[in-house]
T-cell receptor
């Protein structure tokens, strides 16, 4: 149980284009989902917290107009990187909280490369 | 916010030996402390967790201890195996937000 999937697992896009990453909780409903960014050999940095049906809460320094988050249902959250640039290349990971507890279950991550 | 420190950054042990990773946190209001294992190119996998009202928890070869007074918690892996090689992250949950340590790269030498 507690499986979270992400799609795609890796994506290469050209500078200036937009990329959408999906995060799904497969066997539970997630009242809250989180989006993290991880650079090589570094820790996870929280980008934003999203609750179903409401606007996401972004961490300080994260551009909300660049990283659009939509928590459309209790099993799906999407992250859209708009007008991507090479510095946006990173490993993006989502996690989901089933509600009623503290646990976060992580997806497998999406490797984004912007050329 | 919360500040979590993790040591050591790298750890090499012989197969069969024990490995210990330590974390400290700064905010006494943190109430949940998970440990994650991350293999290269994959997402973190929850391996064990502990809540603030518990001092110790064990699951087969893995155990976690928590000292609330000193604000530190530790991961103990016994009888290490090569497949335990990975990066391990501790985290502290404060108001349902996770603050991660900087990670420990564990290598188990066969």
């Amino acid at each position: 149980g507690a499986v979270v999937s992400q799609h795609p697992s890796w994506v290469i896009c050209k500078s200036g284009t937009s990329v959408k990453i999906e995060c799904r909780s497969l066997d539970f409903q997630a009242t809250t989902m989180f989006w993290y960014r991880q650079f090589p050999k570094q820790s996870l940095m929280l980008m934003a917290t999203s609750n179903e049906g409401s606007k996401a809460t972004y961490e300080q320094g994260v551009e909300k107009d660049k990283f659009l988050i939509n928590h459309a249902s209790l099993t799906l959250s999407t992250l859209t990187v708009t007008s991507a640039h090479p510095e946006d290349s990173s490993f993006y990971i989502c996690s989901a909280n089933p509600g009623g507890g503290y646990e976060q279950y992580f997806g497998p991550g999406t490797r984004l490369t912007v050329t | 916010g919360e500040n979590v420190e993790q040591h050591p950054s790298t750890l090499s042990v012989q197969e069969g030996d024990s490995a210990v990773i330590k974390c400290t946190y700064s905010d006494s209001a943190s109430n949940y402390f998970p440990w994650y294992k991350q293999e290269l190119g994959k997402g973190p996998q929850l391996i064990i967790d502990i809540r603030s009202n518990v001092g110790e928890k064990k699951d087969q070869r893995i155990a976690v201890t928590l000292n609330k007074t000193a604000k530190h918690f530790s991961l103990h892996i016994t009888e290490t195996q090569p497949e335990d090689s990975a990066v391990y992250f501790c985290a502290a949950s404060l108001r349902n937000q996770f603050y991660f340590g900087t990670g420990t790269s564990l290598t188990v030498i066969p």
